[in-house]
Structure formats: C-alpha cells, structure tokens
C-alpha cells in the first residue's frame, strides 16, 4: 500500500507521477541502505519521526527531504 497524492495542476506537464506522503519500515531501509532495525531504533530514539496510519507505520517523505537535502 503506497500513500500518494495528486500533483497540483500548477505543475509542468510530463511528470504523472504522484508524490509519495510516506515509505513503509522496509521500503525506507532499502531506500537508505540501513536495516529495519536500524530504522526502528532511531524512531524510537526520536532521531526519525513515523506516523501510524490502520496500523501501518509509515516514515512521512518530509524526513527524506529533512534528511537528503542536496
């Protein structure tokens, strides 16, 4: 289950793609190349902010965007 949402038609055209809202335990560690335990840990350390939605803990995208900033 991916959570997402419509770009806004202020956009340019050629990119359908919808922005993610959030990444699951698993996908986020594959995505930063650290375990799930990993992941787990610094959510419970308050170093990664998560959000439970129907059970699901999800990793909002602002913390990729807080933490890959170019």
């Known amino acids: 289950m991916t959570l997402t949402t419509d ?7 050629g990119d359908d793609s919808p ?10 560690s594959v995505m930063t190349g650290t375990s799930r335990v990993t992941t787990w840990r610094n959510i419970k350390a308050g170093k990664l902010k998560a ?3 129907c ?10 965007a807080r933490l890959f900033q170019p």
Do not use: F
């Open 7 to 13: 770009k806004s038609t202020d956009e340019p055209e």
């Open 55 to 64: 059970g699901i803990t999800l990793i909002p995208d602002s913390e990729r």
């Open 51 to 53: 959000v439970d939605y």
């Open 19 to 28: 922005t993610r809202l959030g990444y699951r335990i698993s996908e986020w």
